[in-house]
């Protein structure tokens, strides 16, 4: 069994950049994808990124070439860089470890074990 501790969420102004990791342990972290997801008030969570374990990434188009998730096997963390980050980015920030290495669509049914989550609030 995988668990997931996010951290490094915050408050952040409009334009700015924020970095959420989130450490997991309980399996060989390398082996497996790891994703983030994110749910606003009043909203369905949604898909932000995935990587696999071949370091294949994804993104949701809302996101694309504003945010860049990355792993480091050797820490078994995943992170996410956030730049340029605007309003519509406040949610709270999950990471998901997956069921195996892989990313399949609909990404959601690729991850199996959920992280807390982390507050990501942007001010305009």
């Known amino acids: 069994q995988v668990q997931l501790v996010e951290s490094g969420g915050g408050l952040v102004q409009a334009g700015g950049s924020l970095r959420v990791s989130c450490a997991a342990s309980?399996?060989?972290?390398?082996?497996?994808?790891m994703g983030w997801f994110r749910q606003a008030p009043g909203k369905e969570r949604e898909f932000v990124a995935a990587?696999?374990?071949?370091?294949?990434?994804y993104y949701a188009d809302s996101v694309k070439a504003r945010f860049t998730i990355s792993r480091d096997n050797a820490k078994s963390t995943v992170y996410l860089q956030m730049n340029s980050l605007k309003p519509e980015d406040t949610a709270i920030y999950y990471c998901?470890?997956?069921?195996?290495?892989?990313?399949?669509?609909?990404?959601?049914?690729?991850?199996?074990?959920w992280g807390q989550g982390t507050q990501v609030t942007v001010s305009s």
């Open positions: 998901a470890a997956g069921r195996d290495g892989y990313v399949r669509d609909p990404y959601e049914s690729s991850f199996a074990t």
């Open positions: 309980g399996r060989t972290f390398s082996t497996y994808a």
């Open positions: 990587i696999s374990w071949g370091r294949t990434v």
